[in-house]
């Protein structure tokens, strides 16, 4: 979304001339977080029936005790602006472009099992090689992928699932194993 990723990089610019850019990353992270896990939250804030002052006094009523002057006034003027419908697609923009301010590359690592500490250093240490900067590790535990893992970096993903094996397997058999000769 366009118009989110520009707001996102104003409130970006704005927390940094501010030195309040750690505490912003916060806010937003809060205010992502309510959007994901409230779906009728999300849909007030699209909704043409409720009125802007309305959404405002709400926006404060929840967000006023939790996040930083900066980052309430700023959602005040995008309700204000009425691009409310925006601010979940503006948090999650604020993180993807404080990740490319920061130099964070994340990491997802998807495994049939939770990692042991030795595990995590060890694929840290191998993708440390071929990053620069910081890196933020993901896990997430798919008993479905039966054993190995999924490893993705941006938009390069390494897949070596027993899963994804067997998969290949079975679509490599499913095929014609034997054509007869036509002498």
Known sequence: MIVASRYAKSLLDLSIE???LEVVRK???IIDSLCKSNREFVLLLESPVVNTDKKIAI???IFEKNISTLSLSFLNLIASKRREN???HIASSFDAQYKIY???TTVKIESAIALDAKLKE????LVKQNVKGEIELMEKVNPSLIGGFILTINDK???QSIASKLNKLKKDFSGNLFVPSMN
């Open 18 to 20: 501010n030195k309040q």
């Open 27 to 29: 806010d937003m992270q």
């Open 59 to 61: 926006l404060k009523s």
């Open 86 to 88: 925006y601010i979940s």
């Open 102 to 104: 920061k130099n964070i």
């Open 122 to 125: 060890s694929v840290l240490s």
């Open 157 to 159: 993903q390494i897949d």
